[in-house]
């Protein structure tokens, strides 16, 4: 043990009786974290905190959209409640129509008055699209949360043509027929568009094509992406699915001057078999263990991309956009219409936790994230039930780690013994860290022991700070949930657990927890 936490350990012993009294376990464990202050890393991008918003299943129906005339308050058709926890979040960026919907959409369907537009099966995902939400409520949709803009373009079933019309229709400040009709259609100012991704998992349903023949077709897309001189759009090129090294590599080989940024798609599935996923909310320690456990696996995946994408790109000048990523279980068994709808625990909260450190620990590659999904879809922020709405507990892992977004990374070395179960092991605490433009210091650690509490010495080399104050979230079940009629099982409270004392922060973690520390 260093001197200088051994100075400390009297006045600590204190704090540590206070935690047991209420209620956590025995602390058992001591943790030693160093943010390197000194060794200062990339800005994390604020859009790895983005959000992806599919047409599917109540998603955006019912989920985001409910029109004028709904009895759920709204703000020109979108849901108030909605609106507001998501400005809460700041979501900083948000990807639509899909995923697989998007490669058999076509914008037109979605423009015009809305009691003319087509009704479509939704082949991907079932049921009927009456296009209600179009190109005009994504867009007004966006700059209503402060959200940049990124259009899944329909490659497989689509044209160039098609896309280069709609990137006009949306962009064009002149007086082209398509600006024209912009206008007509009650949108005079052109809108700005962010990200345009060349198609979705082009490997499968956007065309179960070969990447040889995938590059190809990328480079004529991206050749029509005509974008305003002062408003340049970011080409997203559709990228592997997991750890297909191979599509990145030839991808990047035949494509990589033309690509901005390629995507990688990677889903937890917490029993490892996608025909019985397990359950949301019905799991014992092996699921959790196993769904934490694919949670760290992104940093291995990002690791391996990144290391294919550097034989092309070693200055880093390609970005890598994990535009889908999160838990996938089986669906609620009260969904009913609402397909991929799935409840999200103390679980969730932690996964995406683990998730986002990562991406910070990656952030001179990885320039955007999209989680899977937004509302009511997979591992949702928000679950809506008409006027009802809940928050998740990933929700407020988003809103404590919002402080991240912009910030520098600071790199982070955690010495933590192991938490195991079964033969199953993984590193016992997770941790990340950032220095927003204030000066402040935010450092998150996560406790992935169900069992234990955690004691942690946070070391702070080059970091002059005096006070701590953070927020923790846990719950007493690993399996907890916030309902429509109990929305506060699983929320954030104020962290009384850390002190700061002759230059190191001594936190204890209550097992099964994620805790933001500021750190002045
Ligand atoms: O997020 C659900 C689906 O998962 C998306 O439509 C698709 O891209 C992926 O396979």
């Known amino acids: 043990m260093k001197a200088s936490v051994r100075a400390w350990m009297g006045g600590f012993a204190a704090m540590l009786v206070l935690v047991c009294s209420h209620g956590y376990a025995q602390t058992n464990t001591t943790v030693e974290v160093t943010v390197h202050a000194d060794r200062p890393g990339a800005i994390i991008h604020p859009e790895i905190y ?23 308050p709204n703000i020109r058709g979108y849901r108030k409640d909605v609106v507001e926890a998501l400005k809460a979040i700041k979501v900083p960026v948000v990807r639509w129509p899909g995923g697989c919907f998007a490669d058999q959409y076509d914008w037109r369907d979605g423009i ?18 009456d296009n209600r939400f179009g190109t005009h409520e994504f867009m007004d949709f966006a700059e209503l949360i402060g959200a940049k803009t990124y259009l899944s373009i329909n490659v497989g079933t689509g044209t160039p043509r ?69 408003a340049p759009i970011v080409r997203i090129a559709s990228g592997a699915n997991a750890d297909d090294l191979g599509w990145t590599d030839t991808a990047m080989s035949m494509a990589g001057s033309q690509i901005d940024a390629i995507s990688l798609h990677n889903y937890t599935i917490p029993t490892g078999d996608w025909k019985h996923k397990g359950s949301a909310t019905e799991f014992g320690e092996a699921e959790w263990m196993s769904t934490l456990q694919g949670a760290l696996r992104m940093d291995e995946l990002i690791a391996r991309h990144s290391a294919v994408m550097d034989k092309y790109d070693p200055k880093k000048r390609v970005g890598l956009a994990v535009d889908e990523w999160g838990n996938w279980t089986d669906q609620d068994p009260s969904a009913g219409d609402a397909a ?3 409840q999200n625990s103390l679980r969730d909260a932690l996964s ?6 990562i991406f910070q620990a990656h952030a001179d590659r990885v320039r955007m994230a999209n989680i899977a999904q937004m509302v009511n879809v997979l591992q949702a922020m928000i679950l809506t039930d008409q006027s009802k709405m809940v928050l998740t507990p990933t929700y407020y892992v988003f809103d404590m780690y919002k402080v991240f977004q912009g910030a520098t990374y600071l790199p982070v070395n955690v010495q933590a013994p192991a938490y195991r179960f079964g033969n199953v092991s993984v590193p016992g605490v997770h941790a990340t860290a950032g220095r927003d433009a204030t000066g402040i210091v935010h450092v998150a650690l996560v406790n992935l022991d169900p069992h234990h509490a955690d004691t942690v010495h946070l070391m702070l080399p080059g970091i002059k700070g005096s006070d701590v104050h953070g927020h923790v979230l846990t719950a007493p079940e690993i399996n907890a949930i916030n309902t429509f009629d109990h929305p506060d099982r699983v929320k954030p409270a104020a962290f009384g657990g850390a002190i700061f004392k002759q230059g190191v922060v001594t936190a204890v973690l209550p097992p099964k927890s994620v805790v933001v520390l500021d750190i002045h």
């Not at 280069?164 to 912009?182: N, P």
């Open 162 to 230: 098609e896309m280069s019309q709609w990137i006009e229709y949306i962009t064009a400040d002149v007086h082209s027929s398509l600006a024209q009709e912009r206008r007509a259609n009650g949108r005079d100012k052109p809108w700005k568009l962010d990200y345009v991704g060349i198609g979705n998992e082009m490997w499968g349903c956007g065309g179960s094509m070969r990447p040889q023949f995938y590059a190809d077709v990328y480079r004529q897309y991206a050749t029509f992406v005509h974008a305003p001189e002062h």
């Open 112 to 129: 015009g008055p809305r009691d003319k537009r087509p009704v479509r099966m939704n082949a991907s995902w079932g049921g009927e699209d």
């Open 50 to 72: 983005g959000q992806f918003a599919e047409q599917l299943g109540h998603g955006i129906y019912g989920g985001i959209w409910v029109g004028e005339h709904s009895a759920t």
């Open 352 to 357: 995406a936790a683990i998730t986002l450190d």
């Open 340 to 342: 991929l709808y799935q």
